[in-house]
């Protein structure tokens, strides 16, 4: 009986080494961090996602298209003004470069959730023990390279859109006063409201 304890309490040691020795903490240590600081990354990008108001874009560049549209339509002179030229352009960049907002808009919002899903799964399997280190080695790197080009990109469009702002609030006065001032046949049929 007393062999029988002793090769159990081997049994047991020697089982608690093995489960020590799989802990996919220590074994994944370099996975885990990476995935930690991609998920810190990607609630950055959120945060940066959610300081821009894109319906205030929107509604920028609907301005812009409506004073462009009226200039187009009813703008009539010999000579084209100098500095309205310059603001009209300076217009037309703001729009040029602000296109396709609700894209954009739903674009970043849906890679930055997919990320955060991706990289929380990657994280549950590596804990659970369900992904190898060739698998890890495999996804990881493809997981990063999306994040990488995510914050390329929304810290690109975040900046521009910071940039332009100041344009359209130069340019657009000066046009809407040479539109209130356009002579317009039969204006009580026209909507002069952007």
């Known amino acids: 009986m007393k062999q029988w304890l002793k090769s159990g309490r081997v049994f047991v040691v020697f089982g608690l080494l093995f489960f020590a020795s799989c802990d996919p903490a220590k074994e994944f240590e370099a996975e885990l961090k990476t995935i930690d600081s991609c998920m810190t990354r990607i609630d950055e990008l959120e945060k940066m996602y959610m300081e821009i108001n894109f319906d ?7 301005h812009i298209m409506y004073n462009e549209d009226m200039m187009r339509k009813y703008y009539k ?3 084209v003004n100098r500095d309205l030229g310059i603001y009209m352009n300076n217009c037309k960049g703001f ?3 602000l296109k396709d907002l609700h894209g954009k808009q739903v674009g970043f919002q849906d890679e930055i959730f997919a990320l955060r899903v991706q ?5 549950t399997d590596i804990m659970n023990g369900a992904m190898t280190k060739e698998q890890a080695a495999e996804y ?3 997981e990063k390279d999306a994040m990488h080009s995510l914050d ?3 810290v690109e469009f975040y900046d521009l859109q ?6 359209y609030h130069q340019a ?6 040479y539109v209130s001032a356009l002579v317009i046949p039969d204006s009580n049929n026209v909507n002069l409201e952007p």
């Open 56 to 62: 205030s874009l929107q509604l920028m560049v609907d």
């Open 95 to 97: 729009r040029k470069t």
């Open 172 to 177: 657009v006065p000066v046009v809407d006063m």
């Open 162 to 167: 910071k940039s332009q702002k100041p344009v």
């Open 77 to 79: 002179s010999d000579t």
């Open 119 to 123: 990289f929380k799964n990657m994280k």
């Open 152 to 154: 390329l990109r929304l």
């Open 140 to 142: 990881l790197p493809s």
